[in-house]
């Protein structure tokens, strides 16, 4: 994974930040994006796409990704904002976010998947990137981490959705709770006209 980013590297591009988003499919809750930017010799094995880790694994590599960062960023845009302008826009809008917050300006952009928000930056677009570089696969981890603990945070406002278990994801118990309670704030309209319809 470390030797896919580092063969970017040149006199040119000394600096590359990884970003990635979590929260693209679920019923409720935010889009959180993270871009991170790593020493070229540094490397943390147990960095690997988020989703191939545990929660367990996930929280303890966390505070290791922050402390060995050159800088790192989080951007988040909410639900409302997602009905808005479509989960796609949103999802671009928070990694555009993510690495306006970095504290130095990158030389390349690894960007997860096949689609690039507007920038005036390098960057590259790297399918299923999260399981290839490294940057974007502890770019996985923080937005995950960060958005999981979200939604954590809202379940104890709203207990009958069980998000503490399903982080806003369409499982049978929360959209049982939809149809049972009706949406809360946090619901994304635009993901539930089906559900609501039944």
Do not use: C
Not at 20 to 40: K, N, Q, S, Y
Not at 78 to 92: G, P, R, T
Not at 142 to 162: C, H, N, Q, W
């Amino acid at each position: 994974m470390k030797k896919f980013d580092n063969k970017f590297l040149t006199d040119e591009i000394k600096l590359i930040a990884g970003v990635d988003e979590a929260g693209r499919g679920p019923l409720a809750g935010p889009v959180v994006a993270a871009a991170v930017i790593f020493d070229p010799g540094f490397y943390l094995d147990e960095v690997n796409d988020s989703k191939q880790l545990s929660p367990r694994l996930r929280e303890s590599v966390f505070p290791k990704i922050l402390d060995n960062a050159i800088s790192y960023g989080i951007g988040i845009v909410d639900n409302l904002e997602i009905d808005e302008i479509n989960i796609l826009q949103a999802s671009l809008k928070a990694m555009k976010i993510a690495v306006s917050k970095l504290q130095y300006e990158p030389d390349l952009v690894l960007i997860d998947g096949n689609k690039s928000f507007f920038s005036e930056l390098n960057t590259k677009t790297v399918v299923k990137g999260d399981s290839k570089s490294f940057a974007i696969a502890a770019a996985s981890i923080i937005a995950k981490v960060t958005r999981d603990r979200l939604m954590i945070k809202a379940s104890k406002k709203f207990p009958e959705y069980g998000w503490e278990k399903n982080k806003g994801y369409g499982t049978k118990q929360h959209i049982s709770a939809i149809q049972k309670h009706g949406i809360t704030p946090l619901h994304r309209k635009s993901f539930l006209s089906n559900i609501l319809a039944t």
